[in-house]
């Protein structure tokens, strides 16, 4: 299957700074990404769409400021979670779908955030 | 709105079959996802199914009744690393997946 590869996978930063996490799709294009948030034995919770040349489509209630994403190539989404809160601090996955039809959605391996 | 129900957890014994349901009422419709995830770690695909009917996959298969609004994931054989969350996730447009609270799958010796 198709490779999504998500850097970094853990990461632990203090309070009041900002952390980027990357999202590649190593074999295909990708216009359209994907982020999710996941909290400890909950399901994941989508955040936003990542638009590759446009601007991301965010969710309702999520902050559009806090939680920038930057799509800048075919290949590679960021999101930066800006002004650090011990309450930011979960697992951050994103997934991307090869093609235009309906196929599954890939998924990075996550990035444990933990905001100190 | 979207609303994807799942049970909680669920126990059974090595060699067993375990029938996971989930149900959904979502606005829209473009296929339903079964995913399987170990703690701390990204979810893994197991099917998918867009038509009525069931899907075999080796020890996993998964069913779809779209006018039902009902799918379940069938595990035969079950073995030890088969303990996981086994998520329910319905696409409501390309590659955007709404998921449930997941499954959590327990299996005994």
């Known amino acids: 299957g198709a490779v999504v590869s998500q850097h970094p996978s853990r990461v632990i930063c203090k309070s009041g700074t900002s952390v980027k996490i990357e999202c590649r799709s190593l074999d295909f294009q990708a216009t359209t990404m994907f982020w999710y948030r996941q909290f400890p034995k909950k399901s994941l919770m989508l955040m936003a769409t990542?638009?590759?040349?446009?601007?991301?489509?965010?969710e309702q209630g999520v902050e559009k400021d806090k939680f920038l994403i930057n799509h800048a190539s075919l290949t590679l989404s960021t999101l930066t979670v800006t002004s650090a809160h011990p309450e930011d601090s979960s697992f951050y996955i994103c997934s991307a779908a090869p093609g235009t039809r309906n196929t599954e959605a890939f998924f990075g391996q996550g990035t444990r955030l933990t905001v100190v | 709105g979207q609303n994807i129900d799942q049970p909680t957890e669920m126990t059974a014994t090595e060699g067993a079959i375990v029938q996971i349901n989930c149900t959904y009422q979502t606005s829209g419709f473009n296929g339903l996802f079964w995913y399987q995830q170990h703690a701390g770690e990204a979810p893994t695909f197991l099917s998918y199914?867009?038509?009525?009917g069931l899907e075999e996959k080796g020890r996993f298969s998964s069913f779809l009744s779209r006018s039902k609004g009902y799918s379940y994931l069938l595990l035969k054989e079950l073995q030890m690393k088969d303990s996981a969350s086994y998520l329910c996730?319905?696409?409501?447009?390309?590659?955007?997946?709404?998921f449930g609270a997941g499954t959590q799958v327990v299996v005994t010796p």
């Open positions: 199914n867009v038509l009525d």
């Open positions: 996730a319905v696409s409501f447009s390309w590659g955007k997946l709404q």
């Open positions: 990542s638009n590759e040349g446009s601007k991301a489509t965010y």
